[in-house]
């Protein structure tokens, strides 16, 4: 039986009602929330014309047999990869545009994104090591020259932290990933033949002569973060190391990577750091630069090296995702994740029937259907005029939600979906166990079993008819029609 009855809409948006944040002492009031569905499984629902807008339903478990044909079942002995989370970044831009709110109305948004049982359960975020392209200025952590001059700046302490800190009280297990856009400029030579320098926040490359110092400035950097009482739980040494061309940036071949992620391992050593280092953090197509072709395998394959890599990074802007499935069979221990993703005025990234089965195919299933541990995408929040943003940087990106120009009403993105169905059902920690039985084209799926004992499973029906599906994870089984154009998240006890 379906129980259709959903959470009221928030600032004619959302889909939850509740202010109240998953911690105790967050000091936000709570409000009772009321006719939540019960039943066996909870289900989440989203159309790509929004007559189901992230739609909280629960299903029973069917007494009748289970021989339809259009059942799919789920084989927990088959396990794959452990998943870390999902979640998009916490952008200069995206938290000056949180701290314009209210804190009432923040704080709610924030509770409804993060929150493991009030909300979506967004658990992974990236932010910046000094600026990206979605700063409020250009800057590093050490414009000085000389590594003691370091020390976090404005946009650091004013807006990033800040608001890391309200996710925290929220959601006190968030994972946080950094990456570099650029080295301090004084680090930075125009090539590594005359090493002269490059005094420009584009381009350029890392002065070897100031790897040592170049590693203790992620050290410093972390540490400066848990001195604010905020864990950073991974680290990539540079973003888009092949792309030269962002406003804010560096270029960084596999070679140079190896050698500087050796400076950093034994700098993190040295300090008694955990945090993870994952290399690349960059296109499936390495920007087709036939050299750098299996970038992270080159790393990964330098004894040295690999004691120090937890894994590889990727983003989606040139390649396909099956380049995830050429990493694994070669280095099957290194963890995969997927790091940025954008949608904007080139892909139409407003428009929901055109983005939403597309942007669960193939950011949201397809990497974890191929060992993707993790998917964080770009921008939490941009306002409506696409910024705040950085002249040279993207000028037509959306994020992943987008807010008023008075700053009181959020339009929800494709990408936010994608992520909310998957961290609604998917938590930390999960395994991806294995599946069988139906299949067809416009149908795509993945399952986990997580901690907790619960099943969690996503499915989309990219086809134009509603489609009744079963799910069955051997002894319970239940079904449910599936619109058209359609995602749908399943969660219940074993």
């Not at 990234?349 to 964080?376: P, T």
Request: with cysteine; net charge negative; proline share 4%.
């Amino acid at each position: 039986m379906i129980k259709r009855v959903i959470y009221s809409v928030m600032l004619g948006f959302l889909s939850f009602s509740c202010v109240a944040s998953c911690s105790k002492d967050s000091g936000l009031k709570e409000e009772v929330i009321k006719d939540i569905p019960e039943g066996d499984v909870t289900v989440f629902v989203t159309s790509s014309n929004r007559a189901y807008d992230f739609e909280r339903m629960a299903l029973d478990f069917s007494s009748t047999s289970n021989m339809s044909p259009t059942t799919i079942t789920l084989n927990p002995e088959v396990r794959y990869q452990q998943i870390h989370g999902f979640g998009a970044a916490v952008t200069g831009s995206s938290s000056y545009n949180l701290l314009q709110m209210t804190r009432e109305d923040r704080a709610r948004f924030l509770t409804e994104t993060f929150c493991h049982d009030k909300g979506m359960g967004f658990s992974y975020t990236r932010i910046s090591i000094g600026a990206s392209d979605f700063s409020l200025s250009e800057y590093t952590l050490c414009d000085t020259p000389g590594i003691e001059n370091f020390s976090l700046q404005h946009e650091e302490l004013e807006y990033i932290i800040p608001v890391l800190k309200e996710i925290l009280e929220i959601n006190p297990g968030l994972k946080i990933m950094g990456s570099p856009w650029t080295p301090p400029r004084w680090m930075k030579v125009n090539n590594l033949n005359d090493l002269q320098p490059h005094n420009s926040w584009t381009g350029g490359r890392l002065n070897p002569v100031y790897y040592e110092d170049y590693a203790a400035y992620f050290v410093k950097w972390i540490q400066a973060f848990a001195d604010h009482g905020i864990e950073i739980t991974s680290v990539t040494p540079q973003n888009e190391p092949l792309h030269p061309g962002n406003s804010v940036s560096l270029y960084m071949t596999w070679q140079e990577q190896r050698e500087f992620v050796k400076y950093m391992g034994r700098a993190f050593q040295e300090a008694g750091l955990s945090t993870k280092i994952y290399v690349f953090d960059h296109n499936y197509n390495y920007d087709n630069i036939a050299d750098q072709v299996n970038y992270p395998i080159h790393i990964y394959s330098d004894e040295e090296a690999r004691q120090f890599v937890a894994g590889a990074a990727y983003h989606d802007y040139g390649g396909h995702h099956d380049e995830l499935l050429n990493i694994h069979s070669q280095a099957p221990d290194m963890e995969l994740v997927f790091t940025e993703s954008s949608i904007g005025t080139w892909n139409d990234g407003r428009n929901l029937s055109h983005r939403l089965m597309a942007d669960v195919e193939n950011i949201g299933l397809s990497v974890v259907n191929k060992w993707g541990r993790a998917v964080i995408v770009w921008n939490l929040m941009l306002d409506m005029n696409r910024g705040p943003n950085r002249p040279g940087g993207c000028t037509t990106c959306f994020g992943t939600v987008d807010i008023s120009n008075d700053y009181s009403s959020i339009t929800r993105n494709s990408h936010y979906y994608m992520l909310g169905h998957l961290s609604s059902v998917i938590k930390p920690g999960a395994t991806r166990i294995g599946t069988s039985g139906f299949s067809d084209a416009g149908i795509n799926y993945t399952a986990v079993e997580n901690i907790d004992g619960t099943y969690g499973f996503v499915i989309k029906n990219d086809t134009a008819e509603a489609r009744s599906i079963t799910i069955s994870d051997g002894e319970k089984h239940f079904t449910y029609r599936i619109p058209a154009r359609s995602v749908a998240s399943y969660r219940w006890e074993k």
